[in-house]
């Protein structure tokens, strides 16, 4: 079994339009994050969550959005999608956030 | 805040051994971290080290910390092809809350020549 799993793995789609991203994690990590990485690779957290508090990086749109219906699951939603958008967005999840995460494979955003 | 870098290319032969470099601005306690990220796959956790540690061995892997320099290392013995990536180094302060994320450089492309 997968232990963090996003889909889609790949997401074509106009400027101006909203998406979401979907992450589950089968671990009962306490915690899940959300990172985008750029096309020079570096990595830029974006969301950390866990049942007590989220915390969002200051410099990430407000158009980005997480969602946690229940622990094992942190979706990211996306409005009115910009060209810049394009990257790879990695789940990630950790149980005490010491003993490193565990990540998905990534989702690949394009935005035309 | 933290940061974290490391140089972003770096070719060795087959069989060589590889050593990735890393240095941190944090002067906490902290954890050091070094994962692999392979073409079009997420990030494998390869191994930690806590800050109070000088080296940590795993088979072909071999972790060194110099904590006066904030600089750490790691080096791969008998290089393959497979272990053609990008090796990210991380950081993340001790009590600093299982929210607070990993600070991750910026990685380095490792290339296995045959």
């Known amino acids: 079994d997968t232990a963090v799993s996003q889909t889609p793995k790949y997401l074509v789609t106009q400027m101006g339009n909203d998406k979401s991203i979907k992450c589950e994690q089968n671990?009962?990590?306490?915690?899940m994050y959300w990172y985008k990485q750029d096309s020079k690779k570096f990595l830029k957290i974006m969301f950390s969550?866990?049942?007590?508090?989220?915390?969002i990086n200051e410099t990430v749109p407000n158009r980005f959005s997480p969602k946690s219906p229940d622990k094992a699951h942190l979706n990211l939603h996306i409005n009115s999608l910009e060209l810049g958008d394009s990257a790879v967005y990695f789940c990630?999840?950790?149980?005490?956030?010491?003993?490193?995460?565990?990540f998905g494979s990534g989702t690949r955003l394009t935005v035309v | 805040g933290e940061d974290v870098e490391q140089s972003l290319f770096l070719s060795v032969r087959e069989g060589d051994s590889s050593v990735i470099n890393c240095t941190y601005t944090?002067?906490?306690?902290?954890?050091l971290y070094w994962y692999k990220q392979e073409p079009g796959a997420g990030l494998q956790l390869l191994t930690y080290i806590f800050s109070n540690m000088d080296m940590k061995q795993d088979q072909r892997l071999t972790v060194l910390l110099n904590k006066k320099d904030k600089h750490l290392s790691l080096r791969i013995a008998d290089t393959q092809t497979g272990d053609s990536a990008i090796y990210f180094c991380?950081?993340?302060?001790?009590?600093?809350?299982?929210?607070?994320?990993?600070?991750f450089g910026s990685g380095t492309q490792l290339t296995v020549l045959p």
């Open positions: 969550y866990n049942n007590k508090e989220l915390i």
């Open positions: 944090d002067s906490s306690s902290t954890y």
């Open positions: 990630a999840s950790s149980l005490d956030g010491y003993y490193g995460y565990t």
């Open positions: 671990l009962g990590h306490d915690t």
């Open positions: 991380a950081e993340k302060p001790l009590f600093s809350g299982s929210a607070r994320q990993l600070t």
